[in-house]
C-alpha cells in the first residue's frame, strides 16, 4: 500500500514539473536548409504543418512541404517565395486554394499537388510563364470546370500527370505544343474522344493503363501514336481487330485536324523562336568578347604610351658646360693657321 502511494506521488510529481516546464521536452523538428543543383532548398517534410510557414527564406527555390496537414493554401501563403522553381504540396489535406495563390509563383517550374482533395485544378497554374511539370494526380477532380480556362495556357507544360483522379474524359486544356508525356492512368474514361489528343502534336508517351477505355479508343489511341511515331507502351492492349466501319481511322480527326495543324504551327514557332534567341545570345556574347578584346588592347596601349610619357618627363636633360667643350676639344677642331705672312 506504502508503494501504491509512493509511486502515485512520483506520477503527480512529474506531471506538476511539466507542466512547470521543468522538464526538457523532445527537441522540436524544424525545417532543414541545403542546397541541390546549386539551389537553396528547404524540407519540411512530415512536420505536421498546418499552414505554410512564413519565416522561411525568402530566397529559397526548392520547397518542400510534402506530408503535412495543410487543408488551404491562401493568397499569402507564398506571397514571400516569389523565387520557387520546385514546389512540393504531396500528400496533404488540401482541399481548397484561393485564387490568386499561386500568381507570385512566376518562375515555378514543377509542382507536386498529388494525394490531395482537390476537386479541380487551380486555373491560375496554367498561366504560369515557366511551369514545365505538373503532377496532380490522385485527387478527385470529379467537378472539374475549365470553361473559364483562358486558352491558349501560358504554361509550357511538358509532363502532366492526372492519374487517379476519377475522370470520364481527358482535359481540355487547349493546344499544348510541348506535352510530350500525359500520364492518365487510373481514370475511368468513359467519354474518351480521339479528338482530345489533337491538342498534343508533341506527344510521345500517354499512360492510359487500368482505364475503362474502350476497344474503339484503344485502337484509335495506338494508331494515332503509331503516325506520330510514338510508342504505344502504356496503351490498354487491343484484343480485337480493327474495324474501320465502326470505328473510323484518326486521321481526319487527329492529323488532318485543324486543331493538330495548329499545334504544329505553334511548336515550330516556338522552335524557330527559341533558335533566333539562342542564335542572338550567341552572337551578342561573340560581340561582347570581342567588344572586351578591343577594349583591353586600346586600354594597354594608352597605359604603355602614359609609361613613356611619364619615364620621358623623369629623365634629366642632358647639359654641355663650355669648359668641358674646350678641353674636350678635338684636333680636328682647332683652327687652320695661314702661314702667308711669314713669306
Not at 506504502?2 to 524544424?30: C, D, M, N, P, Y
Not at 474501320?244 to 514557332?269: M, V, W
Not at 667643350?325 to 683652327?335: C, F, K, T, V, Y
Request: with cysteine.
Amino acid at each position: 500500500m506504502e508503494l501504491h502511494w509512493q509511486l502515485l506521488t512520483f506520477i503527480v510529481g512529474l506531471q506538476l514539473l511539466h507542466s512547470a516546464g521543468f522538464i526538457i521536452q523532445s527537441e522540436v523538428r524544424k525545417c532543414t536548409y541545403g542546397h541541390i543543383d546549386k539551389l537553396l532548398r528547404i524540407r519540411c517534410y512530415d512536420l505536421d504543418l498546418k499552414e505554410v510557414p512564413q519565416n522561411l527564406k525568402s530566397s529559397v527555390e526548392v520547397l518542400d512541404l510534402s506530408h503535412n496537414r495543410i487543408r488551404k493554401l491562401k493568397t499569402s501563403s507564398f506571397q514571400r517565395y516569389t523565387d520557387i522553381k520546385f514546389l512540393m504540396l504531396y500528400d496533404n489535406m488540401i482541399l481548397s486554394v484561393e485564387v490568386g495563390t499561386f500568381e507570385p509563383l512566376t518562375s515555378l517550374q514543377e509542382i507536386d499537388l498529388s494525394n490531395n482533395g482537390l476537386t479541380t485544378i487551380p486555373l491560375e497554374l496554367f498561366q504560369l510563364p515557366r511551369l514545365r511539370n505538373l503532377y496532380i494526380d490522385s485527387n478527385e477532380l470529379t467537378s472539374l470546370n475549365l470553361q473559364a480556362l483562358e486558352k491558349p495556357i501560358r504554361a509550357p507544360l511538358e509532363y502532366l500527370n492526372v492519374a487517379g483522379c476519377e475522370l470520364q474524359e481527358l482535359p481540355d486544356l487547349g493546344i499544348l505544343p510541348k506535352l510530350w508525356q500525359l500520364n492518365a492512368s487510373m481514370n475511368p474514361l468513359q467519354n474518351f474522344r480521339i479528338d482530345s489528343l489533337a491538342n498534343m502534336c508533341h506527344l510521345q508517351v500517354i499512360d492510359l493503363t487500368k482505364s475503362q477505355l474502350s476497344q474503339c479508343g484503344c485502337q484509335q489511341v495506338t494508331n494515332h501514336l503509331m503516325m506520330l511515331g510514338a510508342s504505344p507502351k502504356f496503351v490498354p492492349v487491343c484484343l480485337e481487330a480493327l474495324d474501320i466501319r465502326e470505328c473510323p481511322l484518326p486521321y481526319n480527326r487527329t492529323i488532318h485536324s485543324p486543331t493538330f495543324a495548329s499545334c504544329q504551327t505553334t511548336l515550330q514557332f516556338a522552335e524557330t523562336r527559341s533558335f533566333w534567341l539562342f542564335g542572338a545570345g550567341c552572337f551578342g556574347g561573340v560581340c561582347f568578347v570581342l567588344l572586351l578584346v578591343i577594349f583591353c588592347v586600346i586600354h594597354c596601349r594608352r597605359k604603355r604610351a602614359q609609361r613613356r610619357k611619364r619615364n620621358a618627363q623623369k629623365r634629366k636633360p642632358f647639359v654641355i658646360s663650355p669648359r668641358n667643350a674646350i678641353n674636350n676639344r678635338q684636333p680636328e677642331d682647332e683652327p687652320l693657321h695661314c702661314d702667308t705672312a711669314r713669306k
